[in-house]
C-alpha cells in the first residue's frame, strides 16, 4: 500500500524554527527542564514528551520481566534491533502508533488510549 503524504500547512518560517530546534538537539541532548527552561518549548508539549518517555520505560521493563532480549522482541514484531533500542532509551521520540503496537503485541500487552479532562491549572 503506497504511503499518503500531505503538503505541510506550516509557514516558511516555522519550518525554518523547527529546523534549527532539531539541529540544536542534535549537538546537545537537554534534559527536559532544561527543555523547559529554554522556552522553546510549551509545556503541553513536554507533558506528552514524559508521557512517551513513561510508556517507553514501562515497555522495556515488560520485556527484561519477561526475559526477553531485544534480537527477541525484533524477531516477534519485525521490528528492527536497533529500533526498538532507540525506543526504549528515548532517543526515538515520535514512534508512529503502528509501531508502539507491534512492540507492545511482541511483549503480549495492547495499547490502550484514553481520554480524561484535567484538573484546570491554577
Known sequence: M???TRRSAKSPASIARENAL???????KPTADELLASGDY???TMEDY???MRLFAKLKQARHEAGLSLADVSKRSGLDRAAI???ENGSQTNP????LGRYARAL????VFRCAKLAPKG
Open 22 to 28: 532539531r539541529q540544536k538537539l542534535h549537538s546537545h
Open 108 to 111: 503480549g500487552m495492547e495499547l
Open 85 to 87: 533500542s532507540r525506543l
Open 96 to 99: 508512529t502508533i503502528a509501531t
Open 50 to 52: 514524559h508521557q512517551l
Open 2 to 4: 503506497p504511503r499518503e
Open 42 to 44: 510549551e509545556e503541553t
